[in-house]
């Protein structure tokens, strides 16, 4: 059975940093590509960040492009989402989802149960 265990998010200031991690278990973590996705009340789920299976190659929204960066340790099978200099626009539930394609869109095969990110300004 695969599983996604999410965990990092927390309540922070404007121009704070937060990491979150994401570890899997249950597949061959380095097969599959990990996406960042996030979602604030009464919004679509949005696209954050994606990295490959190998983590040669990552893609980023124009939002949070130069301030997030996403990152896997497959010995771990564990991805990891840094985000510096948070907004408030940034508040939302952080989910990460694993597929064998990376995509920008929510198609992801695999889901976790989402953390909660609230900044402050």
């Known amino acids: 059975q695969v599983q996604l265990a999410e965990s990092g998010g927390g309540l922070v200031q404007e121009g704070d940093s937060l990491k979150l991690s994401c570890t899997a278990s249950g597949l061959a973590f380095s097969d599959y590509a990990v996406g960042w996705f996030r979602q604030a009340p009464g919004k679509d789920r949005e696209f954050v960040a994606t990295?490959?299976?190998?983590?040669?190659?990552?893609h980023y929204s124009h939002s949070v492009q130069g301030r997030f960066t996403v990152s896997r340790n497959n010995g771990k099978n564990t991805v990891y989402l840094q985000m510096n200099s948070l907004k408030p626009e940034d508040t939302a539930v952080y989910y990460c989802?694993?597929?064998?394609?990376?995509?920008?869109?929510?198609?992801?095969?695999?889901w976790g149960q989402g953390t909660q990110v609230t900044v402050s300004s």
């Open positions: 990295i490959t299976g190998s983590g040669g190659a990552t």
């Open positions: 989802a694993l597929d064998r394609r990376a995509r920008t869109v929510p198609e992801y095969q695999y």
